[in-house]
């Protein structure tokens, strides 16, 4: 099974501004799983490749929020995940293209954040 997740940054990942819930070890655990992951921002692209490259995470993808439905079309996936903190853009952004939304706090429950498995 295939799974993509697109991670909002400010307010939603602990590097952001603000920072967000989700680690960077949460992020590098399901790297490791095999997703496909990467970013979904209002920043320049090369702000986010710069945030991933300084934490050592190779991404996949790197785009703006309006861009998610490309990221659904370059990358064939079982689940489509958007993990963000603002309704206005990330919620209705992720649904519009076809993924499923998760708040920062609903996502970090998940049990591919961590190690054993299991929600905390």
């Known amino acids: 099974m295939v799974i993509l997740i697109s991670f909002d940054i ?4 602990e590097v952001g501004d603000p920072p967000g819930v989700v680690t960077m ?5 399901v790297q490791e799983q095999g997703f496909v992951i990467g970013s979904c921002s209002d920043r320049p692209i090369s702000a986010q490749r710069a945030i991933w490259d300084r934490h050592s995470i190779p991404i996949d993808f790197a785009v703006g929020k309006m861009m998610l439905p490309d990221v659904k079309a370059m990358f064939e996936a079982d689940v489509y995940y958007h993990i963000g903190d603002r309704e206005d853009l990330d919620k209705k952004y992720a649904l519009d293209a076809g993924f499923e939304f998760l708040w920062p706090d609903e996502a970090i429950l998940q049990p591919w954040f961590h190690p054993d498995g299991s929600s905390p």
């Open 10 to 13: 400010d307010g939603t990942l």
């Open 25 to 29: 070890a949460m992020v590098r655990r």
